[in-house]
């Protein structure tokens, strides 16, 4: 799995908001949360480009970047990830963490109840 610093996932974000997308556009994404600097957001794209994470393609003077992953897969990733470091890889101690701590909402209880159900009724 392609590791992605905090910053690399913002931009990467904001591309996978709309794409492909020129770094022009990007950076006007971006623009509205973060006061990064033109060239950050450049630098950042020819990381991403390095790792794995974007690729693009030249047209006269613009680098035009779509992303090699969908958001899905990379959130499903990290989060098996994060789940098996911290966790070793049991999800219920995640969720009773947040229950015991008062931050899941009734919306976040009833979303799990959902799933867990459609997962029951497929094992049958």
């Not at 910053?7 to 996978?16: G, Q, R, T």
């Not at 790792?51 to 992303?67: D, M």
């Not at 008062?102 to 094992?123: A, F, P, T, Y």
Request: glycine residues 4%.
């Amino acid at each position: 799995m392609i590791e992605l610093s905090k910053a690399e996932f913002e931009v990467l974000d904001a591309l996978w908001q709309d794409y492909p997308a020129t770094a022009s556009q990007i950076i006007a994404r971006l623009s509205d949360e973060k006061q990064w600097h033109e060239k950050t957001i450049k630098t950042l794209l020819g990381r991403l480009v390095k790792k794995g994470a974007l690729s693009f393609e030249k047209e006269g003077r613009l680098y035009i970047y779509t992303p090699c992953m969908e958001r899905a897969d990379y959130t499903q990733k990290e989060s098996q990830n994060f789940i098996e470091r911290f966790f070793s890889g049991r999800i219920a101690p995640l969720v009773s963490g947040f229950a015991k701590s008062e931050q899941l909402s009734q919306q976040d209880i009833n979303e799990l109840k959902k799933v867990i159900d459609d997962w029951e009724k497929q094992q049958k």
